[in-house]
């Protein structure tokens, strides 16, 4: 549309004119191709500059995926170093219980070795102190033995003591009894009793 209204205003200026007018032509015809050049510099800067934001706008949404990107891969590492940092520390925290349940289980066989240690010494103790004491038996077995025949003897002498008290006492009786048998008899041969 503006080459036609061009068009039209230099048939209008191309009509016959005086001289004097003919240098304004010239200087019009000259004001428009410049007009021309500076509608068409303005054009091609006007596509120039929606080209460069075209361009620009491309190579914003470039930037910003590639900033997501590096973005997500920064958030996946970030990710992987804390599964990572995790894994490691409940691999340690997995060492640290296996650790700790065999410390646990080396005490506890030390205790129990220990324990056992003690009771086959305390065994060992009481064996020895049997031993002695049968030891010790056997060398006053004669001691017992003469303990047990004056314990025996004792017994037999007390009742050798009883029987010879109730032989003693049944004497006695028969002796009364032969007394008082004679006395009786006497009393009886006499005439005046």
């Known amino acids: 549309m503006k080459k036609y209204m061009l068009l039209g205003l230099c048939a209008a200026l191309l009509t016959p004119i005086s001289m004097v007018h003919a240098n304004t032509l010239q200087d019009q015809l000259s004001a428009i191709a410049q007009a021309e050049s500076e509608g068409k510099a303005r054009q091609d800067a006007k596509v120039a500059a929606e080209k460069a934001a075209r361009e620009k706008a491309l190579l914003e949404e470039k930037l910003k995926r590639e900033r997501t990107i590096a973005a997500a891969e920064r958030k996946r590492a970030q990710q ?3 599964a990572e940092k995790r894994r490691a520390q409940q691999q340690a925290e997995a060492k640290a219980i296996r650790e700790a349940a065999e410390k646990e289980r080396l005490q506890d066989k030390g205790r129990d070795q220990s324990y056992e240690d003690q009771l086959r010494e305390l065994q060992l103790a009481k064996m020895k102190l049997e031993l002695e004491s049968q030891s010790k038996r056997v060398k006053r077995e004669d001691d017992f033995i003469d303990a ?15 029987a ?3 032989r003693a006492i049944s004497t006695g009786a028969k002796e009364l009894m032969q007394s008082e048998g004679r006395a009786s008899e006497t009393k009886a041969g006499k005439w005046f009793n």
């Open 164 to 166: 010879d008290s109730n």
């Open 148 to 162: 047990e025949l004056k314990r025996e003897n004792a017994r037999t002498d007390v009742i050798q003591s009883d």
């Open 80 to 82: 992987i170093a804390s």
